[in-house]
């Protein structure tokens, strides 16, 4: 548990800085949180959607669970519910398909920055290859990158909608 | 160690915001904090012995490159170990003297509040006009008096108009500082080589080193840290041979690095355990190979798995791996604050004897020491402190429980505390503390230890919990049992 101390120390000074040296991940990771200071296994993260995604200008909200054996078994990371559509998340629970978060392709190397960072690449650039919204991942197999973006421009501004009402 | 978090960006705002990459390069990828007895994968990268191992528990590769191998194959890194060690102990002194400068007043309250070195170095530097008399004022708070003529010689020698080269020895001055606040070494002649050295270290390593040497027809080895005093100097003068170690070794190291190395030798003589494959095994045949350790044989299966596993994990990163191994006894404490962490504690107290007797209290709500076995859990543990602190409580122990054995009657049990203290006289109070629980026993006399320990300003643990109404009374019985002359009815 110490790491996870260590670790929050760093991420708050990088996250501070202005310096693209030092914090590589502006306009990319807005914050990077415990929900609750005392308490650092839950987190919570927002990051910004990649230009020339349709992504673009939204922001999404990760949740982030660590298990009291960090840093050697992975951090459980999901999105909220219902709140974005992606061929390798499950929308409904907000299940995240990345490799790094597996138990077995884990590396006690990475730290939650990383794998923040890893889940904004995956917004970036989509796996086609094992999606985990099956239906997303068909269309985008079938080479139809128009019809894809267009669903998810749709999803995200229903989803605004139901939020403003 | 101290228990502030330190992170590599701490040199974020230095003047050298650079060592931010040493800093990070000197640090384990898994615990993130400085390598602790660091090993070398067959694939060229470095990690803390027991994190690598730990990781080799779950999957048998590099957590940086995923190469393959297995735990046999890695190979401790004494060199790496010395580098940190060196590096840690420099790194406060170094933070301060690099440190961007702000407004003076902020400065002084910030630092002042970082640690303890650095508040008594702003102390000392802080006024702008200082000269070397006010310096040595401040110093000699601190100084003892053999050492004085040194430092004096030592404000001449180092200039202190410029601001940098002032900054400098502010840093210089923090490391004598925190050697004068380590009792004062006494130094000794070896009988065989004819040098001197701080008695300690003669006592440990060089004795030893100093007969194989010689034993093996060889010169032995000048620690150079002592050399050129004991030889140039025919007179005893205490100063220079005090400060030339000062000047050329890093505080942390007590001993030369040839004399540790040569130790290192010595390692190999306990044999690394072996993996097992529990699988073919049955329970009992598990509990037999725990017991033969002296390890605990509580809980499930999966917990003996598991606690066999971690022991392994200790034990062959204590003795092939580490410089300095500590004893095994060291070792089954460390298991067992993890034991008590990662599982349930055991179900049957009775079995492990004094300590869970005292995790018993914890759990009974009595937190005088609650501090102290937090620590117990986290592996900060005051092993020697605890000793020290409890050291009256198991002579008195012993000393009950040796009386108790001539003593048969037990009767009168059930009477109230205080009266019974009141009432009778001494030699049959001791007689009614005797047939007390022995938990009971054990706890009133950790309390009486914590009161007696805040006498001698002695205290290891915060005690804030003396001043519970309860807590006290019992305390005062207890003393009033104990100094009541005897025979004062």
């Given at each position: 548990m110490s790491r996870i101390a260590k670790e929050y120390g760093d991420i708050q000074k990088t996250l501070a800085s202005n310096d693209p040296i030092v914090n590589p991940y502006q306009g990319l990771i807005e914050s990077l949180n415990p929900?609750?200071?005392?308490?650092?296994?839950k987190w919570e993260a927002i990051i910004i959607g990649p230009t020339?995604?349709?992504?673009?200008?939204y922001r999404f909200r990760i949740l982030i669970d660590v298990p009291s054996s960090y840093p050697m078994a992975p951090p459980n990371i999901r999105f909220d519910r219902n709140n974005i559509l992606h061929c390798?998340?499950?929308?409904?629970?907000?299940?995240i398909c990345l490799d790094i978060l597996k138990p077995e392709d884990w590396?006690?190397?990475?730290?939650l920055l990383h794998c923040v960072h890893a889940i904004w690449r995956l917004l970036k650039?989509?796996?086609?290859?094992?999606?985990?919204?099956v239906d997303m991942g068909n269309i985008i197999r079938c080479g139809d990158t128009g019809a894809y973006q267009g669903i998810i421009r749709y999803f995200l501004a229903e989803r605004d909608r139901n939020i403003c009402r | 160690m101290d228990h502030q978090i330190t992170t590599a960006?701490?040199?974020?705002?230095?003047?050298?915001?650079?060592?931010y990459q040493l800093d990070t390069l000197l640090r384990?990828?898994?615990?993130?904090?400085?390598?602790?007895v660091p090993v070398l994968t067959p694939c060229g990268h470095t990690f803390c012995s027991l994190c690598i191992r730990e990781h080799l528990n779950n999957q048998?590769?590099?957590?940086?490159?995923?190469f393959e191998f297995r735990e046999s194959l890695l190979r401790s890194e004494f060199l790496v170990n010395e580098i940190i060690q060196c590096y840690t102990s420099l790194r406060p002194s170094l933070l301060n003297a690099i440190?961007?400068?702000?407004p003076v007043a902020a400065t002084g309250a910030d630092k002042i509040s970082n640690s303890k070195d650095s508040s008594l170095i702003e102390l000392v530097s802080?006024?702008?006009?200082?000269?070397s008399s006010a310096v040595d004022d401040d110093l000699q708070i601190v100084a003892t008096s053999e050492r004085k003529p040194a430092k004096r010689s030592m404000t001449d020698i180092?200039?202190?108009?410029s601001k940098s080269s002032k900054r400098n020895f502010t840093m210089f001055r923090s490391e004598r500082i925190r050697k004068k606040s380590k009792p004062n070494e006494q130094m000794a002649q070896c009988p065989i080589c004819e040098q001197f050295y701080p008695l300690k270290a003669l006592e440990k390593t060089h004795l030893d080193e100093c007969l194989t040497l010689q034993s093996l027809g060889k010169k032995p080895k000048p620690s150079?840290?002592?050399l050129p005093d004991s030889k140039s100097h025919g007179k005893e003068t205490p100063e220079p041979r005090l400060r030339t170690p000062e000047l050329d070794?890093?505080?942390?190291?007590?001993?030369?690095h040839v004399d540790k190395y040569l130790g290192s030798?010595?390692?190999?003589?306990r044999q690394r355990l072996p993996k097992i494959n529990?699988?073919?095994?049955?329970q009992s045949q598990i509990k037999q190979k725990l017991s033969s350790l002296g390890l605990s044989t509580n809980g499930t299966r999966q917990i003996l798995i598991k606690r066999y596993n971690h022991y392994e994990m200790l034990w062959n990163s204590n003795f092939?791996?580490?410089?300095e191994p500590v004893d095994e006894a060291e070792l089954k404490r460390q298991l067992l604050s993890w034991d008590v962490s990662h599982n349930?504690?055991?179900?049957?107290?009775?079995?492990?004897?004094g300590i869970s007797k005292l995790m018993m209290m914890k759990n009974r709500g009595k937190s005088s020491y609650r501090k102290l076995l937090e620590d117990f859990k986290n592996d900060k543990f005051n092993r020697k402190g605890w000793i020290i602190m409890f050291r009256r409580d198991f002579a008195r122990l012993i000393k009950e429980a040796k009386l108790k054995i001539k003593t048969v009657s037990p009767t009168?049990?059930?009477?109230?505390e205080q009266a019974n203290k009141k009432d009778k006289g001494d030699s049959e109070q001791q007689v009614e503390n005797i047939q007390e629980a022995s938990w009971q026993r054990i706890e009133e006399d950790q309390e009486a230890a914590v009161s007696e320990k805040q006498a001698i300003n002695e205290?290891?643990?915060?005690?804030?919990?003396?001043?519970d109404a309860d807590l006290s009374r019992e305390l005062m019985d207890m003393n009033e049992g104990d100094k009541d002359p005897p025979g004062s009815d």
């Open positions: 929900i609750d200071e005392t308490d650092l296994s020339h995604t349709p992504y673009e200008h390798n998340i499950k929308s409904p629970t907000g299940e590396t006690p190397v990475w730290d650039e989509p796996v086609y290859d094992s999606p985990l919204d | 960006s701490d040199f974020r705002n230095t003047s050298i915001p650079n060592l384990c990828h898994i615990c993130k904090d400085f390598l602790k048998p590769s590099c957590p940086l490159c995923l440190r961007v400068q702000r802080e006024p702008e006009n200082e000269n180092l200039p202190i108009s150079i840290n002592f070794r890093s505080p942390s190291d007590e001993t030369s030798m010595a390692n190999t003589e529990f699988t073919s095994m049955n092939c791996d580490s410089l349930k504690p055991p179900q049957n107290a009775n079995n492990n004897g009168d049990r059930d009477l109230g205290i290891i643990l915060p005690n804030e919990d003396l001043t």
